[in-house]
T-cell receptor
Framework: AQSVAQPEDQVNVAEGNPLTVKCTYS??????LFWYVQYPNRGLQFLLKYITGDNLVKGSYGFEAEFNKSQTSFHLKKPSALVSDSALYFCAVRAPGFQKLVFGTGTRLLVSP | DAGVIQSPRHEVTEMGQEVTLRCKPISGHNSLFWYRQTMMRGLELLIYFNNNVPIDDSGMPEDRFSAKMPNASFSTLKIQPSEPRDSAVYFCASNRGTDTQYFGPGTRLTVL
């Protein structure tokens, strides 16, 4: 069975500092990994995905994520946080050949001015 | 190109009433997903369709919930009768094949 863990309910970071939002996964076979962001009263917006290839994936709004197979992790990163990055971030995994996405519980990112 | 469209955006109803949520997927997408988001349970997949056919409804909470997809551009999620514990945000998402899922803005349902 697929599963995703986001160990931090909330991450606090000062504007201009680098940020990391953690995600680990469990899946049979090669994983398809996704990050989504949810702003208040909005739907989930796709940020980036890893399917195959380079372990460092670049996405929207300056975000990137690093796939680490040995640690089964897919942490979301950004070199310099903005106050406008404050939102709820979801990691998701899909097993090859399956359509269902399994989401983590979400991590709230708060960027202070 | 328009994204996933959901209506209504907000619905307030009384316990026992029938509620119908609507979704129009992105044109050309052949899979459609219904999710529910609550503080307690997070984001849950309720049901998904491939080419208008329900594939997995194991997430549907109980018989009060039903979903249909009569054609490639429209789906409904119905709750009858509604209960206060059904209060949540309901999202629809669509994709083509196994590609990235794109989400609608959601319907916030409040059952009094």
């Amino acid at each position: 069975a697929q599963s995703v863990a986001q160990p931090e309910d909330q991450v606090n970071v000062a504007e201009g500092n680098p940020l990391t939002v953690k995600c680990t996964y469990s899946v049979s076979g090669n994983p398809y990994l996704f990050w989504y962001v949810q702003y208040p009263n909005r739907g989930l917006q796709f940020l980036l995905k890893y399917i195959t290839g380079d372990n460092l994936v670049k996405g929207s709004y300056g975000f990137e994520a690093e796939f680490n197979k040995s640690q089964t992790s897919f942490h979301l990163k950004k070199p310099s946080a903005l106050v406008s990055d404050s939102a709820l971030y979801f990691c998701a995994v899909r097993a090859p050949g399956f359509q269902k996405l399994v989401f983590g519980t979400g991590t709230r990112l708060l960027v202070s001015p | 190109d328009a994204g996933v469209i959901q209506s209504p955006r907000h619905e307030v109803t009384e316990m026992g009433q029938e509620v119908t949520l609507r979704c129009k997927p992105i044109s050309g997408h052949n899979s459609l997903f219904w999710y529910r988001q609550t503080m307690m349970r997070g984001l849950e997949l309720l049901i998904y369709f491939n080419n208008n056919v329900p594939i997995d409804d194991s997430g549907m909470p109980e018989d009060r919930f039903s979903a249909k997809m009569p054609n490639a551009s429209f789906s409904t999620l119905k709750i009858q009768p509604s209960e206060p514990r059904d209060s949540a945000v309901y999202f629809c998402a669509s994709n083509r094949g196994t590609d990235t899922q794109y989400f609608g803005p959601g319907t916030r349902l409040t059952v009094l």
